[in-house]
């Protein structure tokens, strides 16, 4: 069956700091991968789609940056974290009609 | 793009009585429209999927039904229980194109 892991838990970074959040998938080959973050009583904000190695969709200027390496990880990326970059981050991997099947999220806080 | 409403106020209701969640669009009339449920802290979970073409979709205690001329689809769960408080997401969805998340709605079973 398909698994996706996703790391750290949660992180603490103050602002101006670098970020590395990594994704993997297990089970599956060629998924469609995503980056969402929700901030706190807020909706899930899609951030980065992938539909293959090196493909990277970008569905909000911003900050961040993303990078799919190899099939099955996914790396969301930045090189100056700001404040408003803080929230809960999520990845996903999508099945037959898109169904989303989601990572266990990274709690991030900048300070 | 899909505006999508969901009750921002917590649904309190008590144990083995019916919930029933609301997600109204207001844009373009998806090819399918999915429930999530998401608990504190954790990824959404997929639970059912609905198209179109379908007015209802069981799935053990959970119904949805989905009626494209209100633009509506609604979510219930029959003989609910303390364990099923949690937040719940729609998620409409044109085609083959990504789903967009409403803000969800809490449900509070109470014992």
């Known amino acids: 069956s398909q698994t996706i892991h996703q790391w750290p838990a949660t992180l603490v970074q103050p602002v101006g700091s670098p970020l590395s959040l990594e994704c993997t998938v297990e089970?599956?080959?060629?998924?469609?991968l995503y980056w969402y973050r929700q901030a706190a009583g807020r909706g899930l904000q899609l951030l980065f789609y992938?539909?293959?190695?090196?493909?990277i969709s970008s569905e909000v200027p911003q900050n961040l940056s993303a990078s799919r390496p190899q099939d099955r990880q996914f790396i969301l990326s930045s090189k100056k974290l700001l404040l408003s970059d803080s929230g809960f981050y999520l990845c996903?991997?999508?099945?037959?009609?898109?169904?989303?099947?989601f990572g266990s999220g990274t709690q991030l806080s900048v300070l | 793009s899909q505006k999508i409403e969901q009750n921002s106020e917590a649904l309190n209701i008590q144990e083995g009585k019916t919930a029933t969640l609301t997600c109204n669009y207001t844009?373009?009339?998806?090819?399918?429209l999915q429930w999530y449920r998401q608990d504190p802290g954790r990824g959404p979970v997929f639970l059912l999927l609905i198209r179109e073409n379908e007015k209802e979709k069981r799935k053990e205690r959970l119904k949805v039904t989905f009626d494209t001329t209100l633009k509506q689809s609604l979510f219930h769960i029959t003989a609910s229980q303390p364990a099923d408080s949690a937040t719940y997401l729609c998620?409409?969805?044109?085609?083959?194109?990504?789903?967009?998340f409403g803000r969800g709605t809490s449900l509070i079973v109470h014992p």
């Open positions: 844009n373009y009339s998806p090819a399918y």
């Open positions: 992938s539909v293959g190695i090196g493909q």
């Open positions: 998620a409409p969805q044109r085609g083959s194109y990504i789903p967009t």
């Open positions: 996903a991997w999508g099945g037959q009609h898109e169904k989303l099947f």
């Open positions: 089970g599956t080959s060629n998924p469609n």
